[in-house]
């Protein structure tokens, strides 16, 4: 079993930055990625940015491949979401999930409580 405690979130004014944190604990024994999704009002959840344990390997939506950056932390067993330039639709729960992977969809088996990120304009 996976736990994903999440932490960071807050109110910034457009143009600003925060960084999100994802820390897990627990047995872990999978191949698979960590990944950040986000859910605006009145929207479905989309996905974020991803990145592998194993590899290395970074994935982004298209939405936010620059301004945001996903790394990690092996030894703190921690996942960052770095947000920069951040925009009034970047206003969403924003939430770590553990055990993904890519199919028609990003899919996962672990999910954090979810931390709030308001934006101003």
């Known amino acids: 079993q996976v736990q994903l405690v999440e932490s960071g979130g807050g109110l910034v004014q457009a143009g600003g930055s925060l960084r999100l944190s994802c820390a897990a604990s627990g047995r872990t024994f999978s191949t698979y990625a960590m990944g950040w999704f986000r859910q605006a009002p009145r929207k479905e959840r989309e996905f974020v940015a991803a990145?592998?344990?194993?590899?290395?390997?970074?994935y982004y939506a298209d939405s936010v491949k620059g301004p945001f950056t996903i790394s990690r932390d092996n030894a703190k067993n921690t996942v960052y979401l770095q947000m920069n330039s951040l925009k009034p639709e970047d206003t969403a729960v924003y939430y770590c999930?553990?055990?993904?992977?890519?199919?028609?969809?990003?899919?996962?088996?672990?999910w954090g409580q979810g931390t709030q990120v308001t934006v101003s304009s």
């Open positions: 990145i592998s344990w194993s590899g290395g390997s970074t």
């Open positions: 999930a553990a055990e993904c992977r890519r199919q028609m969809d990003w899919v996962c088996d672990y």
